[in-house]
Structure formats: C-alpha cells, structure tokens
C-alpha cells in the first residue's frame, strides 16, 4: 500500500523473504517527483527499526535523501524489532538478508547498481557480506560507528567478557524497555541496575541502552544532541537484542576483527586475512566521542581497505558526535547529512 505523508514523501512496504526464508522487509520512501539518483538503501543496527533514521527532528536523514532525488530503501532485517523476535547472528544477516534485499531492491527498480548506507550491527553484518563477495552490485557504501574490526571501552569489554556469560545463563535476550514489573528476577535487576547506576537523566530505555550497549553516561548519544522530543521518541524505538549476538561480538572484540559464528565456502573464517571481494568504494564514518564503538574501530577499518587500495576511501571522524546522534541529532542535517551526500554524489 502505498501512503504519502504530510512532507508528500511517497512510502510503501515491499516483503521479501531471506535467503533462508525468514520474513523480512523494505520501505521505499521517494520524493512528490520521480527519483533521479539511483537506490540508496539504509541498513539500521541491533535491536532497533528501519524508523531509526527517521528521528523526529527538522529534517531526517530519509527526507533529506528523497527530496534531493533519492530512492531511499529502508531495510528491516532479521534485527528488527518489527520483526519476529530471533537469536539472531551477524553471519545469518550477511549470508541471507542483504543479499536478497540488494537483489529486491534492484528487481522492484530496475537499476543495475545501487548505494548503502549501514549503521552499526547492520554495518558489521553488511560488510561480513560485502567483503565476503556476496553483494557485487552496491558500488558505494558509507558505514557509521563500526564495520570489520570492533574496538569497545574497557568497561565494555569487561561486560563482554564476564557479564554477558552470566546473564547469557538467565535470558535469551535483553530488552531495554524492561521496568521494575518485568516479568522476570533478571529484567527487573538488570532495570534496577541500570536505574542506580545512571543517573545522566530520567528515561529509563535511554539508561539501559546506556548499559548494555557501551560506556558511556549516555552511551549512544550526546544529550546535548538531541532535542527533547526525539529523547521522549526512543522510548519506544528499542526492543529485544539476543544474546546470541553479544556472544560474537565478544569474539570479534577479543579477536580484534570480525569472525563469522558458522563459517563457510561463501564466508570465510577470517574475512578480513585477504583482500575485499567487492569493488565497491567505502566511506568511514564515525563519532568523536562514541562510547559504544570507539572511534579507532573504523580507523581500523579504514586502514585494512586503504592497504588494498590505497586513496579510493574515505574516513570522516566527527567531531562533537557519539553514535547514533550522527543519524538523528538536531544538527545533524546540517553537519552529518551533506557529507553522507557529498560520498554518495562521489560515486554516481
């Protein structure tokens, strides 16, 4: 069905089923006039929507694509908390979801090539998935916060290492919209927790993200950069994330890189010990101050490309940024956005 929106933005939902069935989708925003830029599809990260880049704020990152002649595909993966709920891994999404919605979106626009822009636990499945040589036609891809090699802050790796395993034993997943009537002792100790231990500001979701996604007081943004509605807005924007993932993440922490959970013919052991099997061009982006993923983790990143091609990419730190306020900040269409366009408009 398709629905125009009151800044005549142009949306449907497109289905697709990934390459081992499981039942995902993509919403295709366009602009009141017929798009002139090519795909573009946004890939958000754990335990969030595809709505992640839609952030009540002046202008969002879709709008500001769409009404400059994009074809803004939004895809919700098997991390989408619109989804069914699964213990999900990075290797499932690399192998099964971004392929098959690169290739859905291709079919629906006719296109023969297509641009990304991936954040986050989609960035990191979505390079598993290009360097692997499993998306040949996404020519350019811009990837915030974290992509091949995850460096996280002492703490993290600590919660990682020793706190993970043991709530691992109580819950299958985490839920940072837990209160102090969830249904289980381990919900509501680890919202106690997160409670007693924050005290940056009075959303109890924005404190447990906090808690289990980083470092930081907050973890994923700078109050500072966001405006009180979107605050009051991620409330209600994450949901359940498995352990499953936090158990590979750990992994790729230890191990400095990425490391697939099931390796195979189509995704090796070690992705990142030969060279990227896509000639795609990969701008790096990522926040000053992001205590979640750290700062060197796509400087990393954009080392090991650059080895192998020296000079076609690009790496942006930015400053005054943390992690997901880069997407949804108040300034953010004016200090994030043209950049984000500027790689894009490089490659057409």
Known sequence: MEVISDTSLRERVVPFTAGDGFACNLVNVRGAAPP?????????????????FRAPVQTDL????????????????RASIDLTPNEWTLDQAARYDHPKAVETVL???GADTMQAIIHCQGSTSFMLSAVAGLLPRVRTVVSNAVSLHPVVPAWSRFKLGYVVPAVGRATRFLNPQWDGEASSWIARFLYRFAELTHRECDNSVCKQVSFYYGSGFPALWRHENLNDETHEWLRKEFALVPISFYRQIAR???????LPEEP???LPEDVAARPPQTDARFAFFAGEFNQCFLPESQVRTHDFFERHASGRHSLHVLPGYSHLDVFMGRRAAADV???IEAELTLAT
């Open 36 to 52: 002139t830029k090519g795909p573009v599809l946004l890939v958000h990260g754990a335990g969030v929507r595809a709505d992640i």
């Open 62 to 77: 879709v709008t500001y694509l769409a009404t400059r002649g994009y074809d803004v595909w939004l895809e919700n993966w």
């Open 107 to 109: 079919e629906e626009t």
């Open 252 to 258: 790729g922490v230890r191990a400095g890189r990425l």
């Open 264 to 266: 195979g013919p189509d």
């Open 337 to 339: 956005f043209p950049l």
